[in-house]
């Protein structure tokens, strides 16, 4: 299981500026099979300090949030069967996310 494929709108070694040493990156991504825990998803070269702040679409349902931690995404799901699940369960490992997760924005802003 990889990584999902990174497109970005600018080349990638074009981090545009955006005032207070702050750089930007837009682009998107075409998931594969889900990982459990997350999917690599590593700006370092494009933001090397720090990233301050990740935004992606929510298609068809899925919540994507990034872990700056561990630099990867997590993808969350709606699932209201029983009150033991939360609002929101992680997808299932090896889950193939490529039809409902096949052109997802993000952007990202850091130093």
């Keep these: 299981m990889a990584a999902p494929t990174i497109t970005y709108f600018e080349d990638e070694s074009m981090v545009?500026?955006?005032g207070h040493d702050f750089k930007m990156?837009?682009?998107?991504l075409a998931f594969?099979?889900?990982?459990?825990?997350?999917v690599a998803f590593d700006l370092s070269k494009q933001i090397p300090t720090k990233v301050h702040f990740v935004k992606f679409d929510d298609p068809a349902g899925y919540n994507l949030v990034y872990d700056y931690v561990n630099k990867k995404i997590k993808v969350f799901y709606g699932d209201y069967s029983a009150s033991s699940d939360g609002p929101h369960s992680e997808?299932?490992?090896?889950?193939?996310?490529?039809?409902?997760l096949a052109a997802v924005r993000f952007f990202a802003i850091g130093k």
Excluded: M, R
């Excluded at 594969?32 to 997350?38: C, D, I, L, Q, V």
């Excluded at 299932?92 to 996310?97: Q, V």
């Design 25 to 28: 990156i837009t682009g998107q």
């Design 16 to 18: 545009e500026k955006c």
């Design 91 to 100: 997808v299932a490992n090896t889950t193939d996310l490529s039809t409902p």
């Design 32 to 38: 594969g099979a889900y990982e459990t825990n997350g």
